[in-house]
């Protein structure tokens, strides 16, 4: 047996058409689209899978793919047909080209003198149009424009619709010569002198024709109430560059408002208005009518004041120049006021009325200078008008001081304050109210009152020592004692009056210590005790028999006192009309009698009172007095 017919496995595997066989056996044609789209193709070639078929199968293909061919050869024998059709015309148009290339440079040849002449100009026009523009923005930068130039040199009244044009062309102006500075440095210095020259004659041009509306304008606010329009504002603060012309126009104005505020004055006097009656149906109250004639000019100030304000709000005008406006606008309501305030002078009020009037003065004084200058003919009327009532103030006081001070009035006999006590009394709280209401500085309110009090105090004393000098040294402390309760009463609800309080009071306690000395006395004459106490205070320490019985006598008294003491009080004590004084008069009596009646019981229960009595009465007479405590303990009040 050979060797391949042992192994012929491995033949087999050596073979590479059973490699290949086995390959196709092997492979899975469901999966595969390649393959099954070649069989696709092969079955349309081969639509019957006979022997005979298979045979012709090359040939067929073969037959097929030459079939192929013929017709791509017949397709590109079409375009090259059409490729050549088309180099024939692109031929053609080269050889035009050429034609019209050798037209070119002919015509080329013979335009080019043209063109060099042409370019030259186009040259010439840009650089006149780049001289126009550059002349045209000088024109512009330097030059006012034609329409703005017949506005300033028309001769025609200056319209309000015109106002705002008129401005942007002086702040144009203004520029324009802040700009020719420029030209002044450079080599156009002649240009720029001419340039400022002629911008000059029209900015005075165009102040004048301002000054001239805002003089027109400030003649037409002639109503209490002025419209004042924004062109007005805007055309004075332009017009501030000119401080002559606006000081013009200013003082037009100020003319125009002092007739119309000395008018309103006259009118609010005589006529009133809008429901208001006249300030003269008020003459017969002074202070009313004075009132409100200063309360009128004082709101016609602030809205005068208001009106300036709102006129200059753009204008660089100083707040002291604005003020001086506003007092010159008020100089018309001088005479009219002086006049009505003489008029009251003449008919003499009281010294009341004469310090409410001063006051009021002095309050819209200050008030005035605030808003206007102090040195204004207005405020100077009123600080002259102040003075004036300060002084009759004064001398009517004076007058009815020294008239209720002479009249030598006797003390009632309840010892109350007398009838020119009471009326200097409301004279003073009077003129301590009206002067608590008054708006004056503090320190200013002070010394004026100060000078007010001591005058009003001086009188005071004066009135209650002439008719104190009359009464007996009981009644007179009394009588001081509730006058002087009476007036500290007045000043204690008022202001800067501590001093004066104090001094009252000073005076009180010293009006209550000798009603309380006599007090004292009258009650140890009352129990017969006065030698008693006379003894010790002489130092005399002898005692007789007399004076020990007088001494028991008094005893019994002096129950009487213990059980009613009320009885043996002095009369003028319950006519104390403040019960705190009466009862620290009764206290401080008792007090002391208490006192008093302990040094003579201890005197009496001393040995140098048995040795100068020399017998056994003391014993006796120390038995039937009560002992100081018990005094002291039953006169407690």
């Known amino acids: 047996m050979t060797a391949e017919a042992v192994n012929p496995p491995q033949q087999q595997q050596q073979n590479p058409a059973a490699k290949k066989l086995q390959k196709i056996l092997d492979s899975r044609f469901e999966t595969d689209k390649e393959a099954i789209n070649a069989m696709q193709s092969l079955s349309e070639v081969m639509p019957e899978n006979t022997i005979l078929a298979r045979r012709n199968l090359r040939s067929d293909l073969e037959r097929r793919n030459l079939n192929t061919s013929k017709q791509f050869l017949q397709e590109f024998k079409a375009i090259r047909d ?96 802040n700009d020719t500075k420029v030209l002044l440095r450079g080599k156009e210095q002649s240009t720029g002198l001419e340039i400022i020259e002629k911008m000059g004659n029209l900015e005075e041009v165009g102040f004048e024709k301002l000054y001239r509306w805002c003089q027109r304008e400030c003649r037409n606010l002639s109503s209490e109430c002025p419209e004042i329009s924004s062109r007005l504002v805007d055309g004075l603060r332009v017009l501030s560059e000119r401080r002559t012309l606006l000081n013009y126009t200013l003082d037009e104005f100020s003319m125009m408002r002092k007739s119309v505020v000395s008018r309103g004055f006259i009118d609010a006097l005589t006529r009133g208005g809008d429901g208001i009656k006249p300030i003269e149906m008020h003459a017969h109250d002074p202070v009313r009518y004075i009132g409100d004639m200063l309360a009128w000019i004082h709101q016609a100030l602030a809205s005068e004041r208001e009106h300036v304000h709102l006129l200059l709000q753009k204008a660089d005008i100083p707040p002291e120049e604005m003020a001086g406006f ?78 209720l001070c002479e009249s030598r009035e006797t003390a009632p006999s309840d010892l109350s304050p007398s009838t020119s006590v009471g009326k200097i009394l409301s004279i003073l709280q009077q003129i301590l109210h009206s002067h608590n209401n008054t708006f004056f500085d503090t320190k200013a309110k002070q010394q004026d009152f100060k000078h007010i009090i001591d005058l009003l105090m001086g009188s005071l004393m004066q009135s209650l020592q002439q008719t104190a000098a009359s009464l007996s040294a009981c009644d007179m402390s009394v009588y001081m004692m509730n006058s002087l309760h009476k007036a500290k009463g007045v000043l204690a609800i008022y202001e800067f009056t501590d001093e004066k309080i104090e001094m009252l009071q000073a005076q009180m306690d010293a009006q209550l210590d000798t009603l309380i000395n006599q007090q004292v006395i009258h009650l140890l004459t009352k129990v017969d005790l006065m030698f008693l106490y006379n003894k010790l205070a002489n130092k005399d320490h002898s005692l007789s028999t007399d004076d020990v019985a007088r001494i028991k006598k008094a005893s019994h008294s002096l129950d009487l006192l213990l059980s009613h003491h009320d009885q043996f009080n002095l009369p003028q004590i319950r006519a104390i009309l403040s019960a705190t004084l009466r009862e620290a008069a009764l206290s401080r009596s008792y007090k002391y009698f208490a006192d008093n009646y302990r040094q003579m019981f201890e005197f009496l229960s001393s040995n140098e009172a048995h040795s100068a009595e020399g017998g056994g009465g003391m014993e006796e007479l120390l038995q039937a007095l009560r002992t100081p405590d018990q005094v002291q303990s039953l006169l407690s009040y």
């Open 326 to 403: 506003v007092a010159f606008s008020s100089e018309g309501l001088c005479r009219p006021l002086k006049v009505r305030l003489d008029h009251v002078i003449a008919n003499d009020p009281d010294a009341i009325t004469m310090f409410k009037i001063r006051a009021l003065l002095k309050f819209y004084y200050s008030t005035f200078s605030e808003s206007i200058s102090h040195t204004s003919p207005l405020c100077s009327a009123m600080l002259e008008n102040a003075g004036l009532f300060d002084k009759l103030f004064f001398s009517t006081l004076r007058t009815s001081l020294n008239a």
């Open 82 to 177: 059409e490729l050549h059709a088309l180099a024939d015309i692109v031929t053609e148009i080269n050889t035009c080209c050429a034609e019209m290339q050798d037209e070119l440079k002919k015509t080329k040849e013979s335009t080019s003198a043209l063109m060099q002449r042409t370019n030259e100009l186009n040259d010439e026009a840009n650089l006149l149009a780049m001289q126009q523009s550059l002349t045209e923005a000088f024109c512009r930068k330097f030059y006012l424009l034609p329409q703005e130039e017949s506005l300033l040199k028309s001769k025609d009244l200056l319209q309000s619709s015109d106002v705002p044009a008129l401005l942007d062309i002086l702040s144009k102006i203004k520029v324009i010569r």
